[in-house]
Nanobody
Framework: QVQLVESGGGLVQAGGSLRLSCAAS????????GAWYRQAAGKQRELVAA???????NYSESVKGRFTISRDNAKNTVYLQMNYLKPEDTAVYYC?????????????WGQGTQVTVSS
């Protein structure tokens, strides 16, 4: 059974930083692609960043240059380092995993962690 457990969300002022973590069991990020999505209130869930099993990242235009996705194979954990946060980054952030090596779509989801950025 695959489980993805996010942590690291919270309240931060605009311009601040947070690091989200996603610890996986039942799946290995060294062999499977991982990603972070977010869903703001009243909006659709959107892809923020993804990383292939080979470690190649991709970002949405809205976070490029501010967010960094990475992973630690030994801990089987994917991270999202978020810098220069803006109020519009406020959302529930979800970790996702794919059964393949490249990011296509989410096969597994975490429960989500709230990120709130105050102005």
């Amino acid at each position: 059974q695959v489980q993805l457990v996010e942590s690291g969300g919270g309240l931060v002022q605009a311009g601040g930083s947070l690091r989200l973590s996603c610890a996986a069991s039942g799946i290995f990020f060294s062999m499977n692609a991982g990603a972070w999505y977010r869903q703001a209130a009243g909006k659709q869930r959107e892809l923020v960043a993804a990383i292939t099993s080979g470690g190649n990242p991709n970002y949405s235009e809205s976070v490029k240059g501010r967010f960094t996705i990475s992973r630690d194979n030994a801990k089987n954990t994917v991270y999202l380092q978020m810098n220069y946060l803006k109020p519009e980054d406020t959302a529930v952030y979800y970790c996702a995993a794919n059964r393949g090596r490249l990011w296509r779509a989410a096969d597994y989801w975490g429960q989500g962690t709230q990120v709130t950025v105050s102005s």
